[in-house]
């Protein structure tokens, strides 16, 4: 007797968008309370924050952060990397900060690195390397700045340094044999690994399967819907292992298979309890993102979710630009209404509006009136 095929949840498009923002943590105020502690919890629920030099507002991980903790301070992400050590720097899909507790499933990369000599034969010989390495056993972290022996090259491209220790101290990083251990602004402190945690012996690494079930676990946590693309975001070789897993755990029953409006053909799934309504966020609940917040990353998850189309446009030449040098969405509820190309003047202390573009055909006066609530706000956190 044939068996009937298993009916498929479809979501239509507000519901997709409810389900994300819920488990982005952005429909509502305060989601994780206030300080350092707040921090730490933002980073763990979300899986990453990441990093960028871009400072035409505040740099992202900070916007990031601030988006999700009003009160949030710069000290508490200080305290958290430096003082509580709850939070580490290393790569996911870009050089980010990750929750401590997750760094078992990074060594495995780090191997990775430590395995692969080629690739940084440019940069200096592996004994330039253990001299450096040396240095700070001896006489503690540094920074670029402190190293002032080096004979300086021309920059190979913009984020180039004339100094080769940089890439130095960049392989040592990557092969884990160096953690950031503080940084201001963009210069970053190096400290021995083991030193800067405290280890007498480093955690065991994970396997690749408990890797696999970690991004697919991340994903599920801070995307409430998920495909295998929005779980692998620049990370294609996981793939396999990734679906593999989704497979195992639906025929468990522990994931459902759910489709998205508009994109029916596109496998999603989801925990069975995100299969039950949400309430309607909040339309007062005004947020101003940073193009690189986890919600906005994603381009084409964003397009399919919420129906804007958002290009990082820094790259482009002014004349083909639509909504400026750097576009920041405005999320008002669970729509994106506008798009704000802000630059923080630091010596007037000033938050310039470059270029404002609405979304919404007619913005009504209480929309303008929240949103205008949300900029000055914004533009304290940018000049406190």
């Known amino acids: 007797m044939a068996t009937r095929p298993r009916k498929i949840l479809t979501f239509d498009k507000a519901a997709a968008r409810r389900g994300w923002l819920k488990a982005q943590k952005l429909d509502m105020r305060e989601p994780f309370g206030s300080g350092a502690e707040a921090t730490a919890a933002a980073v763990a629920h979300l899986g990453y924050v990441q990093i960028d030099t871009i400072n035409v507002v505040e740099r992202c991980h900070h916007h990031i952060l601030y988006s999700r903790i009003p009160g949030y301070s710069r000290d508490d992400l200080a305290q958290a990397q430096s003082q509580d050590k709850s939070v580490f720097e290393y790569w996911t899909h870009a050089l980010s900060y990750v929750p401590t507790a997750d760094l078992r499933y990074f060594l495995p990369a780090m ?140 025929r468990r029953k522990e994931l459902v298979p759910v489709a998205i409006e508009g994109a029916e053909r596109t496998p999603h799934w989801a925990m069975p309890e995100v299969l039950e ?85 007619e913005p009504s006066a209480e929309l303008r009136r929240q949103v205008d609530e949300e900029m000055q706000r914004f533009e304290r956190f940018q000049l406190a």
């Open 277 to 361: 309504p949400s309430e309607p966020v909040d339309d007062s609940l005004v947020h101003i993102l940073s193009p690189f917040d986890p919600l906005i990353i994603q381009r084409k998850r964003l397009k399919l979710f919420f129906g804007y189309d958002h290009v990082f446009e820094a790259y482009l030449p002014k004349e083909k630009r639509v909504f400026g040098y750097f576009g920041l969405p405005v999320l008002a509820g669970d729509r994106i209404v506008a798009v704000a190309d802000l630059k923080t003047d630091r010596a007037a202390r000033k938050l310039l509006v470059q270029q404002w573009t609405w979304l919404e055909p």
């Open 111 to 250: 191997k990775a690195h430590r395995a692969e000599p080629k690739r940084w034969a440019a940069v200096g010989s592996r004994e330039e390397t253990r001299k450096l390495l040396r240095r700070i056993r001896k006489d503690g972290a540094l920074t670029i700045r402190d190293i002032d022996t080096d004979v300086l090259v021309e920059k190979t491209h913009l984020w180039a340094s004339k100094k080769p220790s940089k890439g130095l101290l960049e392989r040592a990083f990557y092969d884990g044999e160096l953690a950031i251990s503080a940084r201001a602004g963009m210069l970053k402190t190096y400290e021995l690994i083991d030193r800067h945690f405290g280890w007498g012996k480093q955690p065991a690494p994970a396997s690749e399967r408990q890797v696999a079930a970690y991004k697919l676990d991340r994903a599920l946590r801070a995307q409430g819907i998920v495909s295998l693309d929005s779980i692998c975001h620049l990370d294609a070789p996981s793939k396999k292992a990734i679906a593999e897993l989704i497979a195992a755990r639906v």
